[in-house]
């Protein structure tokens, strides 16, 4: 898999959720409508039973059932869109899980393992999974790296990518397929923030 495929994946996976997104964002208007539509049935009954207490309490029952209905519609539009988030980065991680597979993918580990020693700029072991161990062996014996590349022997529990360690022990940087997906899942929650504040 080259680095053009990564990246393509990606960009599929982020306008995927953005649909998604946005597609739920809409049911969860919708669905606040309705709720704030009952809300206003609610009121007119209740102010049918208060109609003689004063004006005052009239309108603090009727912005106190406003206020309960926009906050329950806003959690179910957050809710349903953290759970597409959640469906879209799964389905992601599966396919990656079966690009990681491809003898293509070795350009990707090189490019993966150039930013982690650009990172951490001095001497790094390395670690992955066993097929991506076998890659970084076969990247690391070509050289071109200006730190001292040790590749371990013990595989990690990943799909693909890798995980740095300085050698010192004091710096890590985690550069696997996961986390590069969960980085782009906190931007993504970011935007779709934006995106609902904007609706308001």
């Known amino acids: 898999m080259s680095a053009a495929t990564l990246d393509r994946v990606i960009s599929e996976v982020i306008q995927e959720a953005f649909q998604t997104i946005t597609k739920s964002l809409d049911e969860a208007q919708a669905e606040a409508l309705r709720v704030v539509s009952t809300a206003l ?28 209905a926009e906050i329950q ?35 990707v580990m090189d490019r993966l393992l150039d930013e982690a020693v650009r990172l951490i700029g001095k001497d790094i072991v390395v670690e992955s999974n066993e097929k991506g161990i076998e890659m970084l062996r076969e990247i690391v014996a070509k050289g071109g790296h200006k730190v001292k590349i040790t590749v371990s022997d013990k595989p990690i529990k990943t799909i693909g990518g890798l995980r740095a360690i300085s050698a010192d022990g004091l710096t890590r940087f985690d550069n696997t397929l996961e986390a590069r997906l969960e980085r782009l899942k906190q931007s993504l929650r970011s935007e779709i923030a934006k995106m609902f504040l904007r609706k308001e």
């Not at 009121?43 to 005052?56: C, D, L, N, W």
């Not at 959690?75 to 293509?104: Q, Y």
């Open 41 to 68: 049935d609610e009121f007119v009954r209740e102010r049918a039973s208060i109609e003689e207490a004063g004006r005052a309490e009239r309108e603090a029952a009727r912005q106190r059932i406003l206020s309960t």
């Open 73 to 107: 519609a806003k959690n179910m539009a957050i809710a349903a869109v953290e759970e597409e988030v959640g469906r879209v980065f799964e389905a992601a991680l599966s396919r990656l899980a079966k690009e990681a597979e491809g003898d293509g993918f070795k350009q």
